[in-house]
């Protein structure tokens, strides 16, 4: 399957100590060597970056692009803090069962498909029925899809919606 694929990333993404998941790793080392998550390839794919390209220091993973690089906070896990856009309504999504009924009705009356709408974008397929395994806690819900925190990374990388922590100084400050 690697040789095959143009890319391959993991989905790691551990929960924040009360449950929730608010940052997701970019990267994971194992056995002395750099795995990318999911979302840190497809964003180096997109945007053209080798992956032996990208720096990792502290507090920051660098991409580096033409027109400046892409500068994503993270923290000393390597992991960054997640923009979310708001609840899973607010993600595109389709299900199996409409993807099909529609790609069978434009075979028989050539209409155009939703699968057309889908030509050149970065696609996600995951799993996001209420209950399923591949389900996470958010600050703002109990059931989002961890397919959706890899769109949501990526879309962050992409867009340069890239947030951090305040420093507990700051938060104390605003208290």
């Known amino acids: 399957l690697l040789r095959t694929a ?14 929730a998941t608010r ?3 970019l990267a994971i080392e194992y056995d002395g060597k750099l795995y990318p998550t999911l979302s840190l390839q497809l964003a180096c794919d997109y945007l053209g970056v080798s992956m032996d390209s990208v720096i990792i220091k502290p ?19 390597a992991r960054m803090l997640l923009n979310f856009s708001g609840p899973i309504d607010t993600l595109e999504r389709y299900s199996y069962i409409q993807l099909l009924h529609d790609y069978n009705r434009s075979l028989k009356d050539g209409t155009k498909s939703i ?5 050149g974008k970065i696609v996600f397929i995951g799993h996001t029925a209420t209950g ?11 059931f989002y899809p961890a397919v959706g925190m890899h769109a949501t990374a990526l879309g ?15 938060n104390i400050l605003a208290i």
């Open 23 to 25: 940052h997701l790793p």
């Open 115 to 119: 699968l057309e709408n889908l030509r």
């Open 132 to 142: 399923s395994v591949d389900s996470r806690i958010m600050p703002f819900s109990n």
């Open 156 to 170: 962050n990388i992409l867009d340069r919606d890239l947030i951090r922590e305040a420093p507990a100084g700051l």
């Open 6 to 19: 143009r890319s391959a990333g993991i989905v790691n993404s551990p929960s924040d100590a009360d449950g």
């Open 59 to 77: 507090g920051h993973v660098i991409l580096p692009v033409h027109g400046g690089d892409i500068r994503i906070p993270v923290d000393p896990q």
